[in-house]
Nanobody, 121 residues
Framework: QVQLVESGGGLVQPGGSLRLSCVAS????????MGWYRQAPGKERELVAK???????NYGDFVKGRFTISRDNAKNTVYLQMNSLKPEDTAVYYC???????????????WGQGTQVTVSA
């Protein structure tokens, strides 16, 4: 019914940059929150960044100005520009979206399949 498809992950050297994209498709009425989480081996999934209704942006404490989240509502797409990447940023990055299928309907959360980001020399 709904698909979130991520792209843009890969291998990058420390200090490098990557840009992740996530496109939501399906019979979507509106998308409220949309953002990125990550999970490293042996660790819990954590918030990287999200844009909530009204355009407010929240970032994980570890981001410290290195990452920028943006959103194209017309394309149901969210982006994550990651600069000054560190080895500790290595993780699977997951897109998340809170979606409504009708004006008065409930909200449902969806996850993408994840994209691997590896920061290594």
């Amino acid at each position: 019914q709904v698909q979130l498809v991520e792209s843009g992950g890969g291998l990058v050297q420390p200090g490098g940059s990557l840009r992740l994209s996530c496109v939501a498709s399906g019979r979507i009425f509106s998308i409220n929150d949309m953002g990125w989480y990550r999970q490293a081996p042996g660790k819990e999934r954590e918030l990287v960044a999200k844009i909530i209704s009204g355009g407010i942006k929240n970032y994980g404490d570890f981001v410290k100005g290195r990452f920028t989240i943006s959103r194209d509502n017309a394309k149901n797409t969210v982006y994550l520009q990651m600069n000054s990447l560190k080895p500790e940023d290595t993780a699977v990055y997951y897109c998340n979206a809170i979606i409504k299928f009708s004006a008065g309907g409930s909200e449902y959360g969806y996850w993408g399949q994840g994209t691997q980001v590896t920061v290594s020399a």
